[in-house]
């Protein structure tokens, strides 16, 4: 609560909030935080970040109370979800923001953007992406379609080798050569190597040329 105190105070246009994670909240302890982080900004919108890990998983019925019960709660980053589930999302009048690669067929779900992994590979390609979905859907689904293969080939293991979201975050970074962070992540998290930012490269410029026009 201290910090959206701190963070209110040099007006933002919003604060993105996650629920307490030590223990799974019900219903009712999750919308007590939300209304206390809604006191806390002062009218400050609120989006809550509601990914796959965390321990309380804000389904669309939960979504529609909440929304219903902070005015201010203006949007939402989770995993999204199939038709069913976008349309009851979009019930609650927040904004659905998704993955990344998943962008151009949850577009055409409801999903309103994404705090994008694909951004973290090449933010301008991103920006690019994004212009198509609203231009040419088919075509961005094909982008969509390679940007899965790269992913299965490059992401999944390293996912499946346990590291974490801001890990594969930076070994994107690092494979699209657009920010000089490298691959490293604090003590005790597991990072992926330089080496293997090398290795996948070649497979992202040969699979999503159009990510990286005047990048490379």
Do not use: C
Request: proline share 7%; net charge negative; hydrophobic share 45%.
């Amino acid at each position: 609560m201290d910090r959206v105190r701190r963070a209110a105070a040099l007006s933002p246009s919003g604060i993105q909030v996650i629920l307490p994670d030590w223990l799974p909240l019900n219903d009712q302890e999750t919308t007590a935080f939300l209304t206390g982080a809604a006191a806390a900004a002062e009218g400050v919108s609120l989006v809550l970040y509601n990914p796959p890990h965390a321990k309380t998983q804000v389904g669309p019925e939960l979504l529609v109370d909440l929304a219903r019960a902070v005015p201010t709660l203006v949007g939402l980053k989770s995993a999204g979800g199939d038709e069913e589930w976008f349309d009851r999302a979009l019930e609650s009048g927040v904004s659905l923001f998704v993955p990344g690669h998943f962008l151009a067929s949850m577009t055409r779900l409801g999903a309103h953007g994404s705090y994008s992994n694909v951004a973290a590979l090449s933010p301008a390609g991103a920006v690019r992406w994004y212009e198509q979905i609203l231009k040419d859907p088919g075509a961005a689904l094909d982008v969509e379609r390679r940007i899965g293969e790269f992913f299965a080939e490059h992401i999944a293991p390293l996912q499946s080798a346990g590291l974490s979201s801001p890990t594969l975050d930076k070994f994107l970074a690092t494979v699209g050569g657009w920010a000089d962070v490298g691959t490293r992540v604090r003590w005790p998290m597991t990072y992926a190597t330089e080496q293997q930012a090398d290795t996948a490269r070649p497979a992202a410029g040969r699979l999503l040329p159009e990510l990286f026009e005047g990048s490379w």
